[in-house]
């Protein structure tokens, strides 16, 4: 026993000295400088060639690295220089590398197309790259707002802060078509299903650079990728280190016009430091803040649930005015309707308690026959009723007579109060004239103090040279405004991500979470809607105006009063509705307050309570959100894990997320408890080059299912032809699919300021409203119509057929080319045809809110309006195309440019489809980066056409508006501090990218810059 541990004893010495001998290193340093201006080069990657062993430059462009043997050969790359191989014999003096600039066009390497890193200029299909060099001279005033530069890239505009990315159509605030990914996690706020601009996320310090993805890309990146995917990835705090921050001052509303003129600010950081080999760490802040662009469109807009359209008229001369941005005017009502409403619940009623012996209309309507129907009765005429003598010769119970009924002081008030609704209602003194609340501006009811603070942090742990574990965490809050159904005042929003994630070369494993709360968010429309009814409520405001209205129009036709226009009369009451206690044609006190004004302490003390109420209870406007998302996913280069990349490469992956929705009942349908949704998913690709590398294959498939939905498989085949070197043609075939987002499965949400609701689309949401049972609902368009004919011709409305909801699909087709002319030219152009089947629509329905009756959906007051989402029952195309250049002039000018087009076709009449993309649009520039002693520009003019916008807020044709951003900047030789002045919109010349949402006006700024 002895002997054996002897000689386990010499074995472990040996490897031990063995070790040690091996352990046995030298130290290699050195510079790496620009060729040209002879700066230091920070973040050049340092590499052992033939090995993964490697460091970077520090911020000074200096780098050590320990080798085991001498001679050996560095390698060293960055983006925007010729990569470069020093051979290094003798480690006791500091080398010295003079990088080259490689001034070649279309170098740049993405990721988003195969998952696997390429050149963008050989992607199997459309792809936009926005580099962290490209940022630093972006003259927006945020890289997000940037992306707008690019080709085929539209952004609708919410907020100063809420901005969304779409391509290939489907323009809107908040998109459910594109896929945000944020160093590989899904950005979306699990309550609302899409990202909330970059609310959330990367600032703008610790951007390496974003990739845009046009078109379907479900095949690779699951469901919700019908029209495109954004991949933003941060810098490796191994790769860029040390302190460099960005302090930016701006200046907005120059003109007044909404305001007076306010500040910008626009503050970010970042550091990072490599501990030792092993270990790195990275912090990152940045604030955003000012006061946000205003929703100042004042025009009349007509609207029946989601259905709406721009009209002629305003206050003064449309009495049913509903301002875009103006708030609580939606609650109105038909005076037709109403007085039939008052009128059949006073019939109702009287029937009920004479055990359906009094019929209080047919009564009237013998009564006003007998006397010659007088157009103006008399309040003679009127007071004959109660003792018209036919009247008393029928007996409705032993001893009882008609008169002795109808004169009984239980019923005779109801009776007389009913009078002039019922001749208003006879007599046409209404003209079929709907009436509207009095709606109060956006500005006073949405917080405009837009504020985003972002904070994140990394740790990364190198378990070996080839494997990399991370933990990150990202951090979001803010004020800001969405645009929806509503204007949605997003207040002290927070999101959290947190993602754990091991890496090597040919092989990730993910997991992460995002956990958001809403914070003090709240509905701007719901509070203008419930200070109208804190003041006084719609239940006194509407009977008192409609049967002041009857009786004054009756008195005029007596004589007894001067004679004026029904305008001028419905000006009149209006302003004794909003301002008067007392009723100056009655002399009655009117129940309830005056109108609260915009800063009164009453208008402060209602919207607190307001804002601060949760929407599904009375007179709240508050939304309740801590919806979670759990995800994990995996993914394997099959061909370098098995040694066979040389044949094909194979690369496969697998995903699962569980959505956790919590509203408490504000926007889900969860009073009972969260609802989850669990979604799987796997996808495998194939890739293979033929014919000398001029032909290159890729295949791949992807198979998602869904907790309510029957799986999708969604295939895509590209193929790439090199036709001359640096010049290739593609061409794809790809699918794509959603899934109805969780909103669209199970949202109840009240929204304007009567029975409007967005609902779920799930077959329960039927049964639930008795859609399919006692309460069915007809078209809107159908109600429309009703509504401008009489009450007894119900024969318009049209049944609104409910189909269980599938998954949509896209098949789309693409040919592309990306190529270099002559060295100085690159283009890059495509043209795509896709098929939507089974597209998801929004339904607009209305249905009787108690006994379900037909004529119930003639007046509001006695209808709900439903809107859910639907599948389209026919095929819907879109076709598009878009070309791109970029040429070098002389002397490092960049003239750069693009115009693109997409277009929807096949749409049926009446279906709302969202598509919202502007026929043509371009974006033209030109730069240098260093003109002149190092300073540089940035010039770029983006132009879109006329655009007929249709949005569940209003919809209408937007017009074509141009815009110009610019920015100049200096770099002072030897230092690491960058000046700039730039402004977007520099003519400030205001713009809308969709209705409801704020028109956009000019910023002007000036910026400090460390070490960018």
């Given at each position: 026993?002895?002997?054996?541990?002897?000689?386990?004893?010499?074995?472990?010495?040996?490897?031990?000295?063995?070790?040690?001998?091996?352990?046995?290193?030298?130290?290699?340093?050195?510079?790496?400088?620009?060729?040209?201006?002879?700066?230091?080069?920070?973040?050049?990657?340092v590499?052992?060639?033939?090995?993964?062993?490697?460091?970077?430059?520090?911020?000074?462009?200096?780098?050590?690295?320990?080798?085991?043997?001498?001679?050996?050969?560095?390698?060293?790359?960055s983006?925007?220089?010729?990569?470069?191989?020093?051979?290094?014999?003798?480690?006791?003096?500091?080398?010295?590398?003079?990088?080259?600039?490689?001034?070649?066009?279309?170098?740049?390497?993405?990721?988003?197309?195969?998952?696997?890193?390429?050149?963008?200029?050989?992607?199997?299909?459309?792809?936009?790259r926005?580099?962290?060099?490209?940022?630093?001279?972006?003259?927006?005033?945020?890289?997000?707002?940037?992306?707008?530069?690019?080709?085929?890239?539209?952004?609708?505009?919410?907020?100063?802060?809420?901005?969304?990315?779409?391509?290939?159509?489907?323009?809107?605030?908040?998109?459910?078509?594109?896929?945000?990914?944020?160093?590989?996690?899904?950005?979306?706020?699990?309550?609302?299903?899409?990202?909330?601009?970059?609310?959330?996320?990367?600032?703008?310090?610790?951007?390496?650079?974003?990739?845009?993805?046009?078109?379907?890309?479900?095949?690779?990146?699951g469901?919700?990728?019908?029209?495109?995917?954004?991949?933003?990835?941060?810098?490796?705090?191994?790769?860029?280190?040390?302190?460099?921050?960005?302090?930016?001052?701006?200046?907005?509303?120059?003109?007044?016009?909404?305001?007076?003129?306010?500040?910008?600010?626009?503050?970010?950081?970042?550091?990072?430091?490599?501990?030792?080999?092993?270990?790195?760490?990275?912090i990152?802040?940045?604030?955003?803040?000012?006061?946000?662009?205003?929703?100042?469109?004042?025009?009349?807009?007509?609207?029946?649930?989601?259905?709406s359209?721009?009209?002629?008229?305003n206050?003064?001369?449309?009495?049913?005015?509903?301002?875009?941005?103006q708030?609580?005017?939606?609650?109105?009502?038909?005076?037709?309707?109403?007085?039939?409403?008052?009128?059949?619940?006073?019939?109702?009623?009287?029937?009920?308690?004479?055990?359906?012996?009094?019929?209080?209309?047919?009564?009237?309507?013998?009564?006003?026959?007998?006397i010659?129907?007088p157009?103006?009765?008399?309040n003679?005429?009127?007071?004959?009723?109660?003792?018209?003598?036919?009247?008393?010769?029928?007996?409705?119970?032993?001893?009882?007579?008609?008169?002795?009924?109808l004169?009984?002081?239980?019923?005779?008030?109801a009776?007389?109060?009913?009078?002039?609704?019922?001749?208003?209602?006879?007599?046409g003194?209404?003209?079929?004239?709907?009436?509207?609340?009095?709606?109060?501006?956006?500005?006073?009811?949405?917080?405009?103090?837009?504020?985003?603070?972002?904070?994140?942090?990394?740790?990364?742990?190198?378990?070996?040279?080839?494997?990399e574990?991370?933990?990150?965490?990202?951090?979001?809050?803010?004020?800001?405004?969405?645009?929806?159904?509503?204007?949605?005042?997003?207040?002290?929003?927070?999101?959290?991500?947190?993602?754990?994630?091991?890496?090597?070369?040919?092989?990730?494993?993910?997991?992460?979470?995002?956990?958001?709360?809403?914070?003090?968010?709240?509905?701007?429309?719901?509070?203008?809607?419930?200070?109208?009814?804190?003041?006084?409520?719609?239940?006194?405001?509407?009977?008192?105006?409609?049967?002041?209205?009857?009786?004054?129009?009756?008195?005029?036709?007596?004589?007894?009063?001067?004679?004026?226009?029904?305008?001028?009369?419905?000006?009149?009451?209006?302003?004794?509705?909003?301002y008067?206690?007392?009723?100056?044609?009655?002399?009655?006190?009117?129940?309830?307050?005056?109108?609260?004004?915009?800063?009164?302490?009453?208008?402060?003390?209602?919207?607190?309570?307001?804002?601060?109420?949760?929407?599904?209870?009375?007179?709240?406007?508050?939304?309740?959100?801590?919806?979670?998302?759990?995800?994990?996913?995996g993914?394997?280069?099959?061909?370098?894990?098995?040694?066979?990349?040389?044949?094909?490469?194979?690369?496969?992956?697998?995903?699962?997320?569980?959505?956790?929705?919590?509203?408490?009942?504000?926007?889900?349908?969860?009073?009972?408890?969260?609802?989850?949704?669990?979604?799987?998913?796997?996808?495998?690709?194939l890739?293979?080059?033929?014919?000398?590398?001029?032909?290159?294959?890729?295949?791949?498939?992807?198979?998602?299912?869904?907790?309510?939905?029957?799986?999708?498989?969604?295939?895509?085949?590209?193929?790439?032809?090199?036709v001359?070197?640096?010049?290739?043609?593609?061409?794809?075939?790809?699918?794509?699919?959603?899934?109805?987002?969780?909103?669209?499965?199970?949202?109840?949400?009240?929204?304007?300021?009567?029975?409007?609701?967005?609902?779920?689309?799930?077959?329960?949401?039927?049964?639930?409203?008795?859609?399919?049972?006692?309460?069915?609902?007809?078209?809107?368009?159908?109600?429309?119509?009703?509504?401008?004919?009489?009450?007894?011709?119900?024969?318009?409305?049209?049944?609104?057929?409910?189909?269980?909801?599938?998954?949509?699909?896209?098949?789309?087709?693409?040919?592309?080319?990306?190529?270099?002319?002559?060295k100085?030219?690159?283009?890059?152009?495509?043209?795509?045809?896709?098929?939507?089947?089974?597209?998801?629509?929004?339904?607009?329905?209305?249905?009787?809110?108690?006994?379900?009756?037909?004529?119930?959906?003639?007046?509001?007051?006695?209808?709900?309006?439903?809107?859910?989402?639907?599948?389209?029952?026919?095929?819907?195309?879109?076709?598009?195309?878009?070309?791109?250049?970029?040429?070098?002039?002389?002397?490092?000018?960049?003239?750069?440019?693009?115009?693109?087009?997409?277009?929807?076709?096949?749409?049926?009449?009446?279906?709302?489809?969202?598509?919202?993309?502007?026929?043509?649009?371009?974006?033209?520039?030109?730069r240098?980066?260093?003109?002149?002693?190092?300073?540089?520009?940035?010039?770029?003019?983006?132009?879109?056409?006329?655009?007929?916008?249709?949005?569940?807020?209003?919809?209408?044709?937007?017009?074509?508006?141009?815009?110009?951003?610019?920015?100049?900047?200096?770099?002072?030789?030897?230092?690491?501090?960058?000046?700039?002045?730039?402004?977007?919109?520099?003519?400030?010349?205001?713009?809308?990218t969709?209705?409801?949402?704020?028109?956009?006006?000019?910023?002007?700024?000036?910026?400090?810059?460390?070490?960018?």
């Open positions: 026993m002895r002997k054996s541990y002897r000689y386990l004893a010499a074995w472990l010495m040996a490897v031990l000295f063995s070790i040690a001998a091996n352990a046995q290193t030298v130290t290699v340093s050195g510079t790496v400088r620009n060729e040209s201006s002879k700066e230091s080069v920070p973040s050049v990657s590499r052992i060639k033939g090995t993964e062993q490697g460091t970077y430059t520090d911020p000074n462009g200096e780098f050590s690295l320990k080798v085991t043997k001498l001679p050996v050969t560095l390698v060293f790359t983006i925007g220089y010729l990569d470069q191989e020093v051979t290094v014999s003798d480690a006791s003096k500091p080398i010295s590398v003079d990088f080259k600039v490689n001034n070649a066009l279309g170098q740049e390497v993405v990721i988003a197309a195969t998952r696997a890193p390429q050149r963008i200029i050989e992607s199997p299909v459309t792809v936009e926005m580099s962290s060099s490209a940022i630093r001279s972006n003259p927006a005033a945020t890289y997000y707002e940037g992306l707008a530069n690019l080709k085929g890239v539209d952004v609708h505009t919410a907020s100063l802060t809420f901005r969304t990315v779409t391509t290939r159509g489907f323009v809107s605030s908040g998109n459910t078509r594109l896929n945000q990914l944020v160093d590989g996690m899904d950005n979306q706020a699990p309550g609302l299903n899409f990202a909330v601009s970059s609310i959330v996320g990367l600032t703008e310090q610790d951007v390496d650079n974003i990739e845009i993805l046009s078109g379907a890309s479900s095949a690779l990146y469901s919700g990728g019908m029209n495109g995917t954004v991949l933003i990835s941060s810098k490796n705090p191994f790769k860029y280190q040390g302190l460099s921050y960005n302090i930016k001052q701006g200046i907005m509303h120059v003109d007044g016009k909404q305001r007076s003129a306010a500040p910008y600010y626009n503050w970010s950081m970042r550091y990072a430091k490599a501990i030792n080999d092993k270990w790195a760490f990275k990152t802040g940045e604030l955003t803040k000012g006061n946000d662009w205003q929703a100042d469109d004042y025009r009349n807009k007509q609207q029946l649930g989601i259905l359209s721009v009209v002629g008229g206050r003064t001369n449309d009495p049913n005015f509903n301002g875009i941005n708030y609580g005017d939606e609650t109105n009502f038909n005076m037709d309707a109403f007085s039939f409403y008052i009128q059949d619940q006073t019939r109702r009623g009287i029937l009920a308690q004479t055990g359906n012996g009094v019929d209080i209309v047919n009564l009237l309507n013998t009564y006003y026959g007998a010659g129907n157009t103006y009765p008399t003679a005429q009127r007071d004959g009723f109660y003792t018209f003598a036919p009247f008393g010769a029928i007996n409705v119970a032993p001893g009882v007579t008609l008169l002795n009924v004169n009984n002081p239980a019923l005779k008030p009776i007389d109060q009913m009078f002039p609704a019922y001749n208003g209602l006879k007599n003194y209404y003209r079929n004239t709907s009436v509207s609340r009095t709606g109060y501006n956006e500005k006073d009811l949405v917080d405009y103090n837009t504020l985003n603070v972002k904070l994140t942090g990394a740790l990364h742990w190198k378990i070996t040279d080839k494997i574990a991370s933990w990150n965490t990202y951090f979001g809050t803010g004020t800001t405004v969405y645009t929806g159904a509503n204007r949605y005042s997003l207040r002290g929003f927070k999101m959290a991500q947190h993602k754990l994630e091991v890496k090597a070369n040919n092989w990730m494993l993910r997991g992460y979470t995002i956990q958001e709360n809403a914070g003090d968010s709240y509905i701007g429309d719901a509070v203008g809607s419930f200070m109208n009814e804190a003041y006084r409520p719609s239940s006194v405001w509407f009977p008192t105006y409609l049967l002041t209205f009857s009786e004054v129009r009756r008195a005029m036709g007596q004589g007894l009063v001067p004679t004026q226009s029904d305008i001028t009369l419905h000006n009149s009451l209006r302003d004794v509705l909003d008067a206690t007392i009723n100056p044609y009655n002399g009655l006190a009117i129940p309830g307050s005056p109108r609260f004004l915009p800063g009164t302490p009453q208008f402060n003390a209602a919207a607190k309570q307001i804002k601060s109420t949760p929407v599904n209870k009375p007179g709240g406007s508050k939304f309740l959100d801590k919806s979670d998302l759990w995800a994990g996913e993914q394997l280069n099959l061909s370098d894990a098995l040694h066979f990349s040389d044949k094909v490469e194979v690369i496969a992956g697998a995903q699962w997320k569980q959505w956790v929705m919590n509203s408490q009942g504000t926007i889900f349908a969860d009073t009972t408890g969260p609802i989850k949704i669990n979604e799987i998913g796997g996808y495998v690709q890739k293979k080059k033929f014919l000398n590398d001029v032909l290159t294959l890729i295949a791949s498939g992807r198979y998602d299912k869904q907790t309510n939905f029957e799986g999708k498989f969604t295939p895509r085949v590209a193929a790439v032809i090199r001359a070197k640096d010049n290739n043609i593609r061409l794809s075939y790809q699918t794509s699919y959603r899934f109805p987002s969780n909103q669209n499965q199970y949202i109840s949400l009240r929204i304007g300021g009567q029975s409007s609701y967005l609902i779920g689309c799930l077959p329960e949401f039927q049964s639930f409203y008795k859609l399919n049972s006692t309460k069915i609902g007809y078209t809107a368009a159908s109600v429309t119509a009703y509504r401008a004919g009489t009450i007894a011709d119900s024969s318009r409305l049209v049944v609104a057929n409910y189909k269980e909801v599938v998954p949509e699909t896209v098949k789309s087709y693409e040919i592309g080319y990306k190529g270099i002319i002559g100085r030219l690159l283009v890059d152009a495509y043209f795509y045809y896709s098929k939507y089947d089974n597209f998801l629509i929004a339904e607009a329905v209305v249905q009787g809110a108690t006994t379900g009756f037909k004529y119930e959906t003639y007046s509001n007051f006695s209808s709900n309006s439903l809107s859910y989402t639907q599948n389209s029952a026919r095929t819907v195309k879109s076709t598009g195309w878009g070309i791109g250049i970029e040429y070098k002039v002389i002397q490092n000018f960049m003239l750069y440019g693009n115009l693109f087009s997409d277009v929807l076709r096949d749409v049926a009449p009446g279906e709302v489809t969202f598509f919202n993309a502007p026929k043509y649009r371009y974006n033209i520039g030109v240098n980066d260093n003109v002149c002693k190092n300073i540089g520009f940035n010039i770029v003019m983006r132009w879109q056409d006329n655009n007929y916008y249709e949005g569940t807020f209003v919809s209408g044709t937007l017009p074509y508006f141009a815009s110009v951003d610019a920015q100049v900047t200096y770099k002072p030789k030897g230092t690491k501090s960058t000046f700039r002045v730039g402004g977007t919109n520099l003519g400030n010349n205001y713009y809308r969709g209705y409801g949402s704020p028109a956009v006006g000019g910023l002007y700024y000036l910026s400090y810059g460390y070490n960018l």
